[in-house]
């Protein structure tokens, strides 16, 4: 099972940012999805979640300015952030528990991050 995140690069502060998560391999289900970013010198932390029901948890940061929503045909999960801000810089990765064939129960995987930096 893999997970690639793709999107981020420069964009300019004030314009929006589009990130699409892609979770491959022999996936028997996906549950909660996720994206957390990790700005410089700081923690990772939570941006947003959604579950294959569609509720979703977002962080106070990008409250109003962010949108998630994900294909569970397709296994993937799409973030659109607007209103682009300094802080909003940092490595962004997606995140996603599944339940893999041959597996016991749910495990998390992780993309392997994609920068966006905010340039202003």
């Known amino acids: 099972v893999q997970l690639q995140a793709s999107g981020g690069g420069l964009v300019q502060a004030g314009g929006s940012l589009r990130l699409s998560c892609a979770a491959s391999?022999?996936?028997?289900?996906?549950?909660?999805m996720a994206w957390y970013r990790q700005a410089p010198g700081k923690a990772r932390e939570l941006v947003a979640a959604i579950t294959r029901a569609g509720a979703t948890n977002v962080a106070e940061s990008v409250k109003g300015r962010l949108s998630i929503s994900r294909d569970d045909v397709k296994n993937m999960m799409y973030f659109r952030l607007n209103s682009l801000k300094s802080e909003d810089t940092g490595v962004y990765y997606c995140?996603?528990?599944?339940?893999?064939?041959?597996?016991?129960?749910?495990?998390?995987?992780w993309g392997q991050g994609t920068l966006v930096t905010v340039s202003s």
């Open positions: 391999g022999d996936i028997l289900r996906v549950n909660v």
């Open positions: 995140k996603a528990e599944i339940w893999e064939n041959g597996a016991t129960g749910f495990l998390d995987y």
